[in-house]
């Protein structure tokens, strides 16, 4: 049973410039989350997809933004680059018609903004 | 806005020796609290806790939440260098989305 997967690992771009990350989710799983965690932080949210649509949002900027595909992986993307979007970026799956709350993590994507 | 504070930020243990780690929060309907292990990328799932009192136990970890107070505590006993890592603890928001409030971690190091 294949986890939740993520790609590509690393990734390294300069301020600007756009950025699309990739994500599976666990099989059998509908719901996939996005967090963004800082070095030496805890993740945070950034937004939720589910039945294609983006169901919650966190804190931040419109220059995230997201999508999920009818086989429920999913695509983080973000525009004009600044420093500070230097992150691990995690993908969560979850099951929405069971306990929503256990979600899966990917191993993440580790993004270097320069 | 919903808060969850972990404690303390950092420990290191010897091997053998018993810990405990502290989770509080600060969340409007509160659902449920998660901790979750992080050794290099993925957190992976320990416990969740939904009724206080109820200790959540797998095998030298265990777990158990105080709803009055707000706070839950994770107990690691006879560390191990395997158990170094970072121990999240989160809590599930209002709602059915799933969307989890983490606190920054408590880094653990067990020495041989």
């Known amino acids: 049973d294949a986890g939740v997967t993520q790609s590509p690992t690393h990734l390294i771009k300069t301020r600007g410039q756009q950025v699309t990350l990739r994500c599976s989710p666990k099989?059998?799983?509908?719901?996939v989350s996005w967090y963004q965690q800082a070095l030496g932080q805890g993740p945070q949210f950034i937004f939720q997809?589910?039945?294609?649509?983006?169901?919650q949002r966190g804190n931040f900027p419109d220059r995230f933004s997201g999508h999920q595909f009818p086989n429920y992986s999913s695509e983080l993307n973000v525009n004009a680059l600044l420093l500070g979007d230097s992150a691990l970026y995690l993908c969560?799956?979850?099951?929405?018609?069971?306990?929503?709350?256990?979600?899966?993590f990917g191993p993440g994507t580790r993004l270097t903004v320069l | 806005e919903d808060k969850v504070v972990q404690s303390p930020l950092s420990l290191v243990v010897h091997e053998g020796d018993t810990v405990t780690l502290n989770c509080s929060y600060e969340?409007?309907?509160?659902?449920?609290l998660l901790w979750y292990k992080q050794e290099k990328k993925a957190p992976t799932f320990l416990f969740m806790l939904?009724?206080?009192?109820i200790e959540k136990k797998s095998g030298r970890l265990s777990s158990i939440l105080d709803k009055k107070e707000l706070f839950s505590i994770l107990n690691i006993t006879a560390t191990q260098t395997g158990d170094s890592a970072v121990y999240l603890c989160?809590?599930?928001?209002?709602?059915?989305?799933?969307?989890?409030?983490f606190g920054q971690g408590t880094t653990l190091q067990v020495k041989p």
């Open positions: 939904t009724s206080s009192g």
């Open positions: 997809y589910y039945e294609e649509e983006e169901r």
């Open positions: 099989s059998g799983h509908d719901t």
């Open positions: 989160a809590d599930h928001a209002s709602g059915n989305t799933g969307k989890l409030i």
């Open positions: 969560a799956s979850s099951l929405a018609g069971g306990r929503a709350n256990e979600q899966f």
């Open positions: 969340v409007t309907n509160f659902r449920s």
